[in-house]
C-alpha cells in the first residue's frame, strides 16, 4: 500500500493537480480510506484500508444497476468533476486535470470539447446558456464563472465573473442569478445576473464549507464538505438568513462522508458520497436517507438526463467520478 500510495503521490505532483480542495481529499489517502482509494479500477481490501468508520445507512430498497457510459483513465489524474445536461442533447462534463469541458451524445461518443482552466461545478441557466466555474485549481491566479453557448459549433467560454478563489459547486435560479459554493469560507457567494455581487445575501448565507448545490423551488440545498454530520442544509432563496440543517448523515465524528454534488430526483435530494463510494437519497421534509447506490469510485456529480436521447429521466442518474469514469445508473 505504502509503494502505492507513493507512486501515486508522485503522479498527482507531475499533473499538479493539487488544490484546496484535493488536499483535503488527499488526506482520505492518509487516512487509508477505502472508498477513496482506487487504484485501477480496485479498491484497496479493508485489512490495508483500516476499520470502517462511518456511519451505514439502510438500503433504499430499490433495485439498481450501474454501467458504464464512458470509461476512465488513472483514478484522480483523469478526475471528472461535474455534468450537467443542456436539454438539447449534449452532456456537458468539467474535467478538471484536462482543463477543459466535454460534450458528450447519448450515443456516449464526444462531440465537443474546449479548454477552460480547473473548471468545476457546470449548470445550465434559465437563457439557455451554460454556466461554469473555472480556477478549481492553484496553478489558475483567478477563478470565476464562465458561459458558453450549448448550441455552438465550437463553444468558447466567456468570463461572466473573476477573481474568485477556492470555489467549487454552482447552481443558477430562475432569475439567471449565480450562486457559488466554497469548501474553505463561510458564506455561499450570490451573484446578479449582470455579475455584481450580492453582499448582504451571500454574507447572510453564513454555511462555512458548502459543496453540491441545487435549487428545489424557492429553496437552495447545500452539501457541507468539512463537517464531521457530514451535513446538508437549506438556505431560502428570498431570506438566507433562515437557513437550517436538513439532516446529519454521520453520528461518529469519524465517520464524514465527505459529501459532494447533489441533485433533485422525484422529490427527493440524490447526494454523492466521495468517501464511501455511494449516492445517498434523502427527504428534504424529513431528513430521512437511505442508500440508493453503492460501490462507486469517488463520485462527485450526480445529475437527471434531461432532453439526452431515450435516457429515462425518471428512472436514470448519470454520475461523474474521480475515477474518470462517468456512469450511468438505472432506478428501478
Not at 43 to 65: M, V
Not at 212 to 233: H, K, N
Amino acid at each position: 500500500m505504502a509503494h502505492e500510495f507513493a507512486e501515486l503521490t508522485r503522479e498527482m505532483t507531475v499533473m499538479a493537480m493539487v488544490t484546496v480542495m484535493r488536499r483535503i481529499r488527499r488526506t482520505l489517502f492518509a487516512a487509508g480510506l477505502t472508498a477513496a482509494l482506487a487504484v485501477g479500477g480496485t479498491a484497496l481490501p479493508a485489512a490495508a484500508a483500516g476499520a470502517q468508520t462511518s456511519d451505514r445507512l439502510e438500503a433504499c430498497g430499490e433495485r439498481t444497476n450501474v454501467s458504464v457510459f464512458h470509461q476512465g483513465g488513472i483514478p484522480l489524474l483523469d478526475w471528472r468533476e461535474n455534468l450537467e445536461f443542456d436539454g438539447r442533447g449534449t452532456l456537458w462534463v468539467s474535467h478538471i486535470t484536462r482543463h477543459r469541458v466535454e460534450g458528450y451524445a447519448p450515443d456516449g461518443t464526444l462531440r465537443a470539447s474546449f479548454p477552460l482552466s480547473g473548471p468545476g461545478g457546470i449548470r445550465r441557466g434559465p437563457d439557455g446558456m451554460m454556466y461554469v466555474n473555472y480556477g478549481v485549481n492553484p496553478l489558475t491566479p483567478h477563478g470565476g464563472i464562465a458561459r458558453f453557448d450549448p448550441t455552438a459549433a465550437a463553444p468558447k467560454p466567456e468570463k461572466v465573473v473573476d477573481g474568485l478563489s477556492g470555489i467549487n459547486g454552482l447552481a443558477v435560479d430562475a432569475e439567471g442569478s449565480l450562486y457559488v459554493s466554497r469548501e474553505l469560507a463561510t458564506g455561499i457567494l450570490k451573484f446578479r445576473p449582470d455579475g455584481t455581487k450580492d453582499e448582504e445575501w451571500t454574507r447572510d448565507a453564513n454555511v462555512f464549507g458548502t459543496n453540491g448545490l441545487e435549487i428545489v423551488g424557492d429553496q437552495l440545498y447545500a452539501s457541507v464538505l468539512l463537517d464531521a454530520s457530514s451535513r446538508i442544509v437549506r438556505v431560502p432563496l428570498k431570506d438566507p438568513a433562515r437557513h437550517t440543517t436538513v439532516t446529519r448523515l454521520s453520528a461518529n465524528l469519524l465517520g464524514g462522508k465527505f459529501l459532494d454534488d447533489l441533485t433533485a430526483y422525484k422529490g427527493s435530494l440524490v447526494v454523492a458520497s466521495f468517501r464511501d463510494g455511494e449516492l445517498i437519497r434523502v427527504d428534504p421534509a424529513t431528513g430521512r436517507a437511505c442508500t440508493l447506490v453503492t460501490g462507486l469510485r469517488m463520485p462527485t456529480s450526480v445529475r437527471i438526463p434531461r432532453g439526452f436521447g431515450a435516457h429515462d429521466t425518471g428512472h436514470t442518474l448519470f454520475v461523474v467520478e474521480a475515477s474518470g469514469r462517468i456512469v450511468r445508473v438505472t432506478v428501478g
